[in-house]
């Protein structure tokens, strides 16, 4: 399942971007987000520019204020092919994280050829509300998230590009969540942690 901003359909840069188009592209389900931030026009040139792709998709549709609908991540699945495929940062990959034997999570700052980013693994017992998750991803105003995280529906898979959200269901039972964020500059790392930690609170009753 794929989430796009319709308003980044008018930009350009964004249009002639090879992997904006295969995140889009790869994609059976698309979702045009925050619709209620958009005009009708743009609305409009979502559903032309997803119509003009090759195959169909399962579901086209749009939501307002990330009202997504987690049964749309079971709908039928096709072997898609990508005409290019690139990640923006080279940064040290997440597996160098390890939690201590009391951790509950542990978190790791790095920085290189133009890109920082910082990371988190959590132990796996935590649990995080999909929709709390989903609505922070795709909010946050980063060059690239990329997730894997348990949550009530299961194990999933997302993948922020962009302004693109990808979200895809994940065959695992039972393993740490990882979350990493990078950008080009620093971000509030310690206002973003306690955000990921207060979702794992029970509510209050």
Not at 6 to 19: F, K, L, S
Not at 68 to 97: C, F, G, I, V
Request: charged share 20%.
């Amino acid at each position: 399942m794929t989430l796009v901003d319709p308003r980044c359909i008018d930009d350009v840069r964004y249009r002639e971007n090879q992997n904006f188009h295969d995140q889009i592209a790869l994609a059976d389900v698309v979702i045009a987000n925050k619709l209620d931030q958009c005009t009708e026009g743009q609305i409009a040139t979502f559903y032309n520019y997803v119509a003009a792709f090759d195959g169909k998709k399962s579901l086209v549709t749009g939501v307002e204020h990330g009202a997504l609908e987690t049964a749309w991540l079971s709908l039928p699945r096709q072997d898609r092919k990508a005409h290019y495929h690139h990640h923006h940062s080279n940064a040290e990959p997440m597996t160098t994280l390890a939690l201590g034997p009391d951790d509950i999570f542990t978190r790791k700052e790095n920085q290189g050829q133009g890109y920082v980013s910082c990371g988190w693994l959590f132990a796996a017992h935590c649990c995080f509300p999909f929709d709390a998750l989903y609505g922070l991803f795709s909010n946050l105003n980063a060059q690239r998230i990329k997730a894997v995280v348990n949550t009530e529906e299961g194990f999933f898979a997302f993948n922020v590009a962009n302004q693109v959200v990808t979200v895809t269901p994940m065959s695992i039972e039972t393993a740490e969540s990882r979350i990493e964020v990078i950008d080009i500059q620093p971000l509030p790392w310690d206002e973003l942690e306690t955000i990921l930690l207060s979702f794992l609170e029970p509510p209050a009753e």
